[in-house]
């Protein structure tokens, strides 16, 4: 027997979070398929066996949100902030600027509310991955599961000789905490500027300037590449984000 049914309208406008004007919109532009055929009556009927997308997306299948944003400077990590622009203020945006075409990396934020996973401070740059999968969120955080964040900085100082066994051994961090054993590898070192990546398997407040700050030197510059198995994709633009592909999906939920 089928399940209840709805005005297709109004299936489209719950599923992707838009107005039912802006339903009735996509709709007419022919935007909307059921079950494989186009379909632009708005006053037709579906029920959830149905297989409605919108712009070739399922409205219906996808349970969490998992957005990738190539976060810039000047922008804080947080839903919301009163004087700061936020990421979710960036990500709002970009919903807006995509909003008559998603695309395969689109996205609809529809009522979800996705947070950031972990922050990044205001002058740093690179990965943020925003999702609703709180689950998730957690496990990438936890640092009894050694999910490593890979950072990129470029520090001033001479970087001492001791610096990666130091990093290896764990850094003790002012009076507050030894850090996690963590990586360091310098990639060019030049008139007492260095480049170096760190890798770090937790994420507190300032650490990579901190354990920086522990061997004599300082952050002028820096950008988290990778989370887990989690890449920065290089080819995208500060400020711009997109959902996850499937093969990166299963990347980080395997990490
Ligand atoms: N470590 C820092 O010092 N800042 C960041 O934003 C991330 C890691």
């Known amino acids: 027997m089928a ?11 719950e599923g992707a979070g838009i107005t039912r004007k802006e339903a009735k919109s996509a709709l007419s532009k ?10 632009k009556n708005g006053d037709s009927k579906v029920s959830a066996e149905d297989e409605v997308t919108l712009d070739g997306r399922s409205l219906k299948t996808e349970e969490f949100l998992y957005l990738m944003l190539y976060k810039p400077a000047r922008v804080v990590s947080a839903t919301e902030d009163s004087r700061d622009r936020t990421v979710l203020d960036l990500v709002r945006e970009q919903q807006a600027e995509n909003a008559d075409s998603v695309g ?3 996205f609809f934020l529809g009522k979800r509310e996705i ?4 922050r990044l401070d205001k002058d740093t ?30 520090i001033s100082g001479e970087v001492p000789e001791d ?8 850094i003790q961090v002012g009076q507050e905490y ?13 008139d007492g500027v260095s480049e170096v990546k760190i890798t770090l398997r937790e994420g507190k407040f300032h650490q990579v300037k901190r354990m920086c700050h522990e ?26 984000c997109r959902r996850l592909t499937a093969e990166e999906l299963e990347e980080i939920k395997r990490s």
């Open 163 to 170: 610096a990666v066994s130091r990093f290896a051994a764990g």
């Open 30 to 39: 022919g935007r909307v398929s059921v079950n494989g055929e186009v379909c």
């Open 125 to 154: 740059e690179g990965l943020l991955l925003l999702t609703d999968d709180g689950e998730l969120a957690h496990r990438l955080l936890s640092p009894k599961k050694h999910v490593d964040k890979v950072y990129f900085a470029r």
């Open 104 to 106: 395969d990396t689109g």
């Open 178 to 190: 030894q850090a996690l054993p963590a990586k360091l590898e310098v990639l060019s070192s030049a």
């Open 3 to 13: 399940g209840k049914e709805t005005r297709l309208d109004k299936y489209v406008a």
């Open 115 to 118: 947070f950031p996973v972990g």
């Open 215 to 240: 061997i004599g030197c300082e952050v002028t510059y820096l950008k988290r590449i990778s989370m887990g198995k989690l890449l920065l994709d290089e080819t995208m633009q500060p400020g711009e």
